[in-house]
């Protein structure tokens, strides 16, 4: 009789091989479906069959507490009874072996001292739960332009790494489109189908696009065709369609808080982004771009702070201040094929040189400074009436962030801040603290509104005229400046005031 061994041994996943690669779905999952489809886009291009996970939903919160350990982070359970469930579909569907040889799951890690850098201890949990510890789990490196899993089928090369950069930008793009639009469409819907529509247009895009050179070559190719500015000059032909009303006085709410939480929209975070818009609110949607803008940076100051110790110092602070650079420009010029609506990224300088009086910037972990930097950075730019922080409940680096916001509040006491805990299941908690904040931020929105058609001497009917006369002005694509107000709509009123020749 064999004899059983309680050895422990760590999790390795078996090679996957070339040869398994067009019989082979890579599953992924954590953003939103937006990105995940032009993610997929990105990985059928280079000749990967790829299948994001079902959107998360309450049930996954109950899953992942049974496969991993209690005090793990709200993110951490969801993602992981994500990837649970996700499994048990495909088993029952198409069978064991199939789950084991046909499917692979891939995420990415960082290190750090949050469970960012262990989400994999906890998905290998679920596997031992499940009993399928010989499923292949992948881990990729942030930071790496060129790794590979073992057994060479999936190699992350140059032309995948920046198709992945741009469905990145190009996800960010349409969410800030669709977070600016949205609450101003006349015709209830339209904004959700037209952001349909552009991620399939951009989909295929990405699908198709040509592989041109392999290292420089491809990376040249990226940054001196107008490949995705010309897919995005033609998506913004869609959203030239939908007619707004700026004329309604709405809070802006600036969304932080940890990666996973703000970006996630569903049950992860009681889909709070839509239930502001429900609430009157218009949102700030925070980009993913910012998060590699943030670890590109770090390397930066990381440098700049080791300048007595560093060889070749200037070299190495030109080679990383350039690649900081391209990648903002890249954003930049993809921004403007769609009128510049979308928000530029923040200078990370800035929000590192905000945060500093309160946190040190370099406690990484979580979105370490940069919560407390946005805060800061919203009200400086009269970006947003309010700023609401999602913070998942056991999250160490957000409870430090919150902790230091104490602070900031005595120092800005206009400042509205609204630290929402999540769980994961007890909503109305959450959306009665931010109503709480949301009440005083609307009446802010009005009070900007009514002191902007003041200051013009404009009444509403007579704006509405002269948008009979300049149709234009109700186009979603329409870009208004700013005047110096938080609001839409105050910015609005005092852009036709100009126009009209009416400013005083
Ligand atoms: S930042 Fe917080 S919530 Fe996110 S993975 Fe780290 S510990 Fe978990």
């Known amino acids: 009789m064999e004899a059983v061994s309680f050895e422990y041994k760590a999790y390795k996943p078996r090679p996957f091989t070339k040869e398994e690669r067009p019989y082979t779905t890579i599953l992924f999952g954590g953003l939103t479906f937006k990105h995940e489809r032009l993610i997929t886009g990105a990985l059928e291009n280079m000749g990967y069959k790829a299948k994001p996970l079902p959107n998360i939903e309450r049930i996954d919160l109950d899953i992942g507490k049974e496969y991993i350990d209690v005090g793990a982070c709200c993110p951490t359970t969801f993602t992981a009874g994500n990837l649970a469930r996700a499994l048990m579909d495909i ?12 499917y692979i799951f891939v995420t990415v890690g960082a290190c750090g001292p949050c469970r960012f850098g262990q989400y994999h201890e906890s998905y290998e949990r679920v596997l031992e739960g499940l009993n399928l510890r010989d499923f292949r789990l992948f881990l990729l490196d942030l930071l790496q332009l060129e790794q590979s899993a073992e057994g060479g089928g999936l190699e992350v090369s140059m032309p995948l790494t ?52 392999k290292k420089l070559g491809n990376f040249l190719w990226h940054i001196l065709t107008d490949y995705f500015v010309d897919a995005l000059k033609e998506v913004k032909k869609l959203w030239d369609e939908i007619e707004v009303d700026r004329l309604q006085p709405k809070a802006r709410v600036k969304i932080t808080g940890e990666f996973w939480l703000q970006t996630h929209e569903g049950d992860g975070n009681y889909n709070i982004k839509r239930w502001l818009e429900e609430q009157g609110a218009e949102v700030i949607p925070p980009p993913v771009a910012v998060w590699m803008d943030y670890l590109i940076n770090m390397e930066l100051f990381k440098l700049e702070d080791a300048k007595p110790f560093v060889k070749n110092y200037y070299l190495k602070k030109l080679a990383i201040s350039f690649f900081a650079w391209l990648y903002r420009r890249t954003y930049d010029k993809l921004r403007k094929a769609l009128n510049n609506i979308p928000n530029p990224l923040p200078s990370q300088r800035e929000l590192k040189e905000l945060a500093r009086p309160y946190f040190y910037y370099r406690l990484a ?46 120092d800005y006491p206009e400042l509205l801040y609204a630290p929402i805990e999540i769980k994961g299941d007890s909503e109305v908690h959450a959306y009665s603290r931010c109503q709480m904040v949301l009440t005083e931020a609307k009446r802010r929105a009005k009070e900007g509104f009514e002191q902007a058609l003041e200051r013009t001497g404009l009444s509403l009917e007579e704006i509405r005229d002269f948008e009979e006369k300049h149709p234009q002005l109700k186009r979603a694509t329409y870009k208004v400046p700013n005047y110096g107000y938080v609001g839409t709509s105050a910015n609005y009123v005092m852009h036709v005031a100009k126009l009209m020749g009416r400013l005083r």
């Open 365 to 410: 972990g979580g979105e370490g400074h940069m919560l407390i930097g946005k805060a800061l950075y919203a009200l400086k730019h009269k970006q947003a009436h309010m700023v609401c922080e999602l913070s998942p409940y056991g999250c160490l680096p957000n409870t430090m962030s919150v902790g230091a916001m104490a602070k900031v509040l005595a």
């Open 91 to 102: 088993e029952k569907r198409e069978g064991r072996d199939a789950v084991r040889d046909r």
């Open 162 to 213: 920046l198709g992945l950069v741009y469905a990145m930008f190009m996800g960010d793009l349409i969410t800030d489109m669709e977070y600016a639009t949205r609450p101003y469409e006349v015709k209830k819907g339209q904004t959700d189908q037209v952001v349909k529509d552009s991620v399939e247009v951009l989909y295929e895009r990405l699908k198709k696009r040509p592989i041109v050179g």
